[in-house]
């Protein structure tokens, strides 16, 4: 018998059991639709945020229509709604877009290399056209600069100074 002073005539105590009672508060549900077969949706539940977007990546780029959910006490919470086809249309144009733009910018930069090209070129003829000048003016003979006949070049180098 058990000796409790508490409750005498109690024969058997009751132990608490050793499993957790708490509602799972980390758990998401990820529905998905498709409109090729709506009557059969696939619906997936997990504690893994990974998965969980791991799914609703791979659901999305099928075209589904997806819904995640997350677990609120004994019901569910709905977290956001992807509509999958709009999101590829979506991707599509913004595709398209980009490629637009890439070509636009291959466009302009062939157009800016063409210009450099044709501006070294013209700076390459025009430091040629300052040489042939300065070499002429070297090969130039000595005149008379002063009236007491004395004949200086036109150019003087270091050492005549």
Known sequence: ???????PG???RRKAQGRERTRN???WRVTASWDSRPDR???????D?????RMVREWVADGAYVIVEEA???GWRTLREVNGAEQLLADERAARKQ???????ARHRADYDRQ???NRAAAVLALAAGRDDLAALMRRPPIARQSTGQSTARHITGSQR
């Open 99 to 105: 490629a637009e733009a890439d070509a636009r910018e």
């Open 10 to 12: 109690r024969t058997h």
């Open 41 to 47: 949706p696939a619906v997936r539940t997990t504690s």
């Open 72 to 74: 609120e006490g004994f």
């Open 1 to 7: 018998m058990n000796r409790s002073t508490k409750h």
């Open 49 to 53: 945020r990974r998965a969980r977007d």
């Open 25 to 27: 508060a980390t758990a």
């Open 116 to 118: 450099a090209a044709v």
